[in-house]
């Protein structure tokens, strides 16, 4: 858990090399990440806020985050090595919501203005595309992608399954986290090393995750 809750994906972020936690975050809970992960996890907040991970989105290449982001908060992100990182130039501030993305490729908000999405590609060098999963357009916590795979809400409809395959050129499944929570990116940190669901999850919940993803 983190900050004594089991929607990891609402507090935390992580990429194929970093991961976002919460100021604050207990020491063994930065180092199970850190394993499970194989990730530097860097402790921060957004806008002055601890939900991290609904407020920032990020790959290898870089971070995008909210516009209310603070200088002091992104200037450490520099430190990560050749990143990118740019504040979204929209009022929809809940970056990690609206953009679901991996190293390759990003699905965001259907309603996101041009400027917007052509921040997102600059910043983490992805095709960007206009998408919903299950009807939802917060898209970042109705799935999570890994360059393995794509895992979405229960209810996506076949074509946009299709949209996903096709911007992601990935296996899309679905699934649930935290006891039947079809909100994947709520309740999931995953990148290709390893993942780490909400306290909440069951067994056969992570067997989906775990199949899905490619961990298996």
Not at 63 to 76: K, L, N, Q, T
Not at 133 to 141: H, P, Q
Not at 174 to 199: E, H, K, M, Q, R
Request: glycine share 10%.
């Amino acid at each position: 858990m983190i900050g004594g809750s089991p929607v990891l994906g609402v507090f935390a972020t992580v990429t194929e090399n970093v991961a976002l936690v919460p100021v604050g975050t207990p020491h063994v809970t930065a180092e199970q990440i850190e394993e499970a992960l194989r990730v530097r996890v860097m402790q921060t907040s957004i806008a002055g806020s601890f939900v991290v991970g609904s407020l920032a989105c990020g790959n290898c290449s870089g971070f995008v985050v909210s516009r209310y982001a603070y200088a002091e908060e992104i200037e450490p992100l520099h430190e990560l090595g050749n990143v990118n990182v740019q504040a979204i130039p929209d009022v929809m501030t809940a970056v990690g919501n609206i953009i679901l993305a991996n190293d390759t490729a990003a699905v965001v908000h259907p309603r996101l203005p041009n400027r917007a999405v052509k921040t997102i590609e600059e910043t983490l060098q992805v095709d960007v595309r206009r998408a919903t999963i299950a009807g939802l357009k917060t898209v970042g916590m109705a799935g999570v992608a890994t360059n393995k795979g794509v895992l979405v809400h229960p209810r996506v409809s076949d074509a946009e399954i299709a949209i996903l395959e096709d911007a992601f050129n990935l296996p899309v499944d679905i699934g649930t986290v935290n006891f039947g929570s079809p909100l994947i990116g709520s309740g999931l940190l995953a990148n290709s090393a390893g993942y780490l669901a909400g306290a909440d999850t069951t067994g056969p919940e992570l067997g989906r995750i775990e199949d899905a993803l490619g961990y298996i």
